[in-house]
């Protein structure tokens, strides 16, 4: 799975480049219980992964759960270690750094988290959660710190007098601002939000959201947006990545993706998303996919999704395809589909079932 | 307790101010609950009474007249060569076998005894948290080693080996203090083990590590803070162990080594006059018994107070339970924690 | 078969265990200097000469891997721990002579605290605050804070003296041997298993109240009322089965406990059995009784603790024996 990727806008290729993910890879290992614990299988959770994102961009990534989107965060982030491929940040390989090594770049990378609740340490200060970014990496002590705490909060929308507070006393949407103030300490480059928004009310989600772009806008921040709500991705994204079971099925800026997806998967989640307008709700064509996510222990062969897919023919069982700019397409518009969807195609509201 | 310390009691409770911006910590949402628990308060008081007592020994011994190790033929002991009862020749819990002061000796012994507890029990939790921490955190081959290791001293006959030191490298105080704490770290170690194990797969862990901190910063300001609780009711109740521990090493003759005044070794003596001085075996076995259950009461009372769930729940018990039943979901955990409880 | 197999890998790995634990004890008695050693066997008020004889007959002389072998061969090929300095007995006549003392000790205890222990917790917790809740829950506090020499001699100072002085002296200290009359036997031997009782019953009063408290809370406690089955039946078949797992766990833990308590309670009611001899063997420095007993100790805790094992797989259908 090599070949021309990007996710970036067609004059973000050079100088504009933040990061890079080649075709990266990461398995975790099944083991046996007991005694000897034998390596019986492997989970292929990102299997040949590659994008870019352009600074100043916002590259959005959505799939179902387990689609490997939150490994892929983790990976680029450093917190696990990849198995193979390689991720450049500002032209450093930063592939498997070990901890000192990674640490510069740990302030350049930062994350966000999806649970307001398990990623704030309920036993320590939101003053000392927040602190925590500057007290690693020494960068302000005291009273600087304190104070560096409290513009934060107030540049997130916390009320900076609640610094002595404990995480318990905060609502889930202020909790996700602790969380980006704690990201945001260390001036970063690039944050990985991993679902940010998924665990909130929607009331609560735009007000987040909001923050996050006025946060883009004035610090020129570079976002990897990971959501399962494709709604919401398109709002804030620049450019989309669809993945499916651990591979990469459409890539594109926004909207060509959004506008004419070629992937039948994605076809099918956009058909499956909600529509404001309750018009075109009713024209829309519902394309209703059979069956269940197959196991990444023991994916299909060929293309992954050919099992559920419902133009799925012989050859896409037993040819992996490329990721490519299909023809009629903008050319930085990448699918992974040996019959990619063509405009105005109907797809059978049905997928293939399989024999039984 | 009486009136007037119940009414001080909600005075206190009334006199602290709403804190808006602080907020409560772990800590001291614990202490609020706990100073309602009449049990572990009294317990407290006697941890506190008996403390003072044992550091005002010198002074009891110098009121007396009775040095400590001083034996006194004529007036500790009858003319048969008996220990003397309470309240005999200014004698006021009675003499031992060679006519030293009893009071004396078990004031003496319980400043060992709480030297022990405490000295023992600190060794012990730093050893075994530190241990639980890193094999619950770093895993792999450390924690397969590690968990072992607890495993075994768990399982290890603790009299049978404290007897083989003893007998290698004779009998003291610092054989006494290490062979506790060799014994008290691992039960420490296995629950902090088993909460790092939880603890580490947190987001807030995760966080931690995305913003580049070491794993012993992890370990200790991240994971630690979390295990507080636990690990304060486990110290609370090792210390009457090691109090246990030790008075039964010396009784068997492998404790600290004579003339110490210490509470095993008294009722080691006392054993063989059984049968004619009570007082003998009662006072010293009081006094062992009233430390260590004040130990325990405080343990269970802090547990309580730290998880007010579990045991309240319990005790709330049948009378809620039907009151439930009765009038559909109430709020069981507002259910009124009886004081009385134990 | 999953049974025989568990077994013997158990077995092997008790193997392992006896043989670390009569490595440790070599080492720690054997690495020293050789006159601190033969000292240690001789006798400590042994003359040159037969210091000089020991260190020749056991080739303390020899290097001290050259005698870990001998060590190990005498002990695991022929069971040999050697001899007592005290009176030339041989060590292995010694334990002989012992296991049937300890052995009453320790199964008559564990018997009495298993049932105390269960039955009162069992109804306890099933009658949650009662006044035999709240008495039995002081009595456990009671219980888990006292050492057992001080159990041991209250009682005697209660029970034993009042009694005898009054006549009646069924109840009495020392050892007397089964084979001699079980009544009598049981006379000598109820004082200390009381003391080992009411010491480890507080443990498992507090475990199996709590693990019944928490069973019943269960939903399928609530369904097995629900669909008319009597309390008892509700209580015994579905929940005592499945509270009594951390019980039993507990019991492995507690093996090697036992042996300190068991010391204890011998020395208290003048048993002469492994464990007040071990002390005695400690207060003369007699180094082969002292090697023999703490591997008789470490096989004991070994066995006990596959037994356990096994009791624990066979209550809980889920544990599989691996």
Redesign the interface.
């Given at each position: 799975m090599s070949g021309p990727l990007s996710a970036v806008p067609a004059d973000g290729g050079g100088s504009g480049e933040l990061l890079r993910v080649e075709n990266l890879v990461k398995y975790f290992p099944v083991r046996s219980?007991?005694?000897v614990r034998r390596t019986i299988g492997q989970v292929q959770a990102v299997d040949g992964v590659s994008l870019t994102i352009g600074r100043g961009q916002t590259l959005g990534l959505v799939g179902e759960t387990g689609c490997g989107k939150s490994t892929l965060a983790?990976c680029i982030?450093?917190?696990i270690p990849v198995t193979s491929g390689t991720v450049t940040f500002e032209g450093h390989d930063i592939t498997n750094l070990p901890?000192r090594a990674?640490?510069p770049f740990?302030?350049e990378?930062?994350?966000i988290?999806?649970?307001p609740y398990?990623?704030?340490?309920?036993?320590?200060?939101?003053g000392a959660i927040i602190g925590?970014?500057f007290a690693?990496?020494k960068t302000a002590t005291g009273n600087e710190r304190k104070r560096a705490v409290q513009e934060l909060m107030e540049r997130v929308g916390l009320n900076p007098?609640?610094?002595?507070?404990?995480p318990a006393?905060f609502s889930g949407g202020q909790r996700q601002r602790i969380?980006v103030a704690?990201a945001l300490a260390?001036r970063p480059k690039l944050i990985i939000c991993d679902e940010p928004v998924s665990a909130l009310d929607v009331s609560i989600q735009a007000q987040v959201l909001n923050l996050l772009a006025d946060l883009q806008d004035d610090f020129g921040l570079s976002y990897l947006f990971i959501a399962h709500d494709l709604e919401v991705v398109r709002h804030v994204s620049d450019s989309v990545i669809v993945m499916y079971l651990g591979r990469i099925a459409e890539a594109g800026p926004k909207d060509p993706v959004y506008d004419t997806p070629r992937h039948p998967y994605t076809a099918a989640l956009l058909s499956a998303s909600p529509a404001a307008d309750p018009e075109s709700a009713a024209s829309r064509q519902r394309i209703i996919l059979t069956g269940d996510v197959p196991s990444p222990i023991n994916p299909p062969s060929g293309c992954r999704f050919h099992p559920r897919c419902p133009k799925a023919q012989e050859l896409c069982s037993q040819s992996v395809p490329e990721l490519e700019p299909k023809s009629g397409g903008e050319p930085t518009h990448l699918t992974a589909c040996h019959y990619p969807v063509q405009a105005g195609e109907i797809l059978a509201s049905t997928g293939r079932r399989e024999p039984v | 307790m009486s009136v007037t310390d119940i009414a001080f009691e909600a005075q206190a409770a009334e006199a602290v101010p709403e804190q808006a911006i602080e907020g409560r910590s772990q800590l001291q949402l614990t202490w609020r609950r706990l100073r309602h628990d009449r049990m572990a308060i009294a317990s407290v008081v006697v941890i506190l009474v008996m403390a003072v007592l044992a550091l005002l020994a010198p002074l009891f011994a110098s009121l007396t007249g009775h040095g400590v190790d001083q034996p006194f033929t004529n007036t500790g002991l009858t003319a048969d060569g008996i220990p003397v009862p309470p309240g005999t020749n200014g004698f006021i819990l009675g003499s031992d076998y060679i006519g030293r002061d009893l009071l004396i000796r078990i004031l003496y012994g319980a400043r060992l005894s709480l030297f022990v507890g405490i000295t023992t029990t600190l060794i012990a939790t730093v050893a075994g948290v530190t241990i639980g921490l890193v094999a619950g955190y770093f895993g792999g081959w450390v924690d397969s080693v590690l968990a072992r290791f607890i495993d075994a001293v768990l399982a290890f006959p603790v009299v049978v080996l404290a007897l083989a030191l003893a007998a290698v490298f004779g009998a003291s105080l610092p054989i006494v203090l290490g062979v506790i704490s060799f014994f008290s770290w691992a039960g420490i170690s296995r629950i902090v083990r088993g909460q790092t194990l939880s603890l580490k797969e947190k987001e807030y862990i995760e966080a931690a590590r995305s913003l580049g901190a070491a794993p012993l910063r992890i370990m200790f300001v991240d994971i630690l803070p979390n295990l507080i609780g636990p690990v304060l009711v486990l110290a609370t109740l090792y210390i009457p162990n090691a109090i246990v521990f030790e008075a039964t090493l010396s009784f068997l003759g492998i404790g600290i080594p004579a003339p110490t005044a210490d509470w095993g070794s008294i009722l080691s003596e006392a054993q063989n006059y059984y049968q004619v001085s009570w007082w003998y075996v009662v006072f010293p076995a009081a006094a062992l018994l009233v430390t260590t259950l004040a130990f325990n009461l405080l343990g269970d009372g802090i547990r309580d107070a730290l998880d007010p769930r579990t045991e309240r729940l319990f005790a709330a018990g049948r009378k809620s339970r039907r009151r439930r039943r009765r009038e559909g979901p109430a709020i069981a955990l507002a259910a009124p924690a009886g004081g009385s409880e134990a | 078969m999953a049974l025989a197999r568990f077994l013997v890998r158990r077995v092997l790995t008790g193997i392992l265990v006896l043989w670390l634990v009569a490595t440790g004890t070599f080492f720690l008695f054997f690495a020293r200097p050789v006159l601190v050693v033969a000292r240690g066997l001789a006798g400590r008020a042994a003359s040159p000469q037969v210091i000089q004889q020991v260190i020749r007959d056991l080739g303390l002389d020899q290097p001290l891997m050259v005698q870990y072998g001998h060590f190990l061969n005498r002990l695991f090929l022929h069971l040999d721990f050697g001899y007592s300095y005290y009176n030339g007995e041989s060590v292995k006549t010694i334990i002989a002579q012992d296991i049937p003392i300890t052995a009453s000790v320790v199964v008559g205890g564990v018997v009495l605290w298993l049932i105390v222990g269960l039955s009162v917790g069992i109804i306890s917790a099933t009658r949650p605050r009662s006044l035999f809740d709240r008495v039995s829950t002081v009595g456990v506090l009671a219980g888990l804070s006292a050492p057992t020499f001080v159990i041991g001699e209250l009682l005697i100072i209660a029970i034993f003296v009042p009694l005898n002085q009054h006549g009646f002296s069924w109840i009495q200290t020392g050892y007397y041997p089964l084979s001699q009359g079980v009544i009598p036997w049981m006379g000598h031997m109820i004082l200390p298993w009381v003391t080992l009782a009411t010491v480890q019953a507080a443990v498992y009063t507090r475990l199996s109240r709590g693990s019944l408290i928490d069973t019943l809370g269960e939903d399928y406690i609530r369904t097995a009322r629900a669909k008319g089955l009597s309390e008892r039946r509700v209580v015994f078949r579905h929940g005592v089965r499945a509270a009594l797992t951390p019980v039993v766990s507990q019991l492995g833990v507690d093996i090697g406990g036992l042996l300190g308590g068991v010391v204890v309670v011998e020395q208290v009611f003048g048993l002469s059995g492994l464990g007040q001899d071990s002390v005695q063997a400690i207060a003369t420095g007699n180094l082969p009784v002292i090697i023999g007993f703490v591997i008789v100790a470490a096989a004991f805790v070994v066995v006990a603790n596959i037994v356990v094992d096994m009791c624990y797989a066979l209550l809980d259908p889920r544990v599989r024996l691996t």
């Open positions: 219980t007991g005694m983790r982030a450093g917190l901890r990674m640490r740990r302030r990378i930062q994350m988290f999806q649970d398990g990623s704030l340490n309920p036993r320590r200060r939101v925590d970014p690693i990496h007098e609640h610094y002595n507070r404990f006393e969380g704690r260390l | - | -």
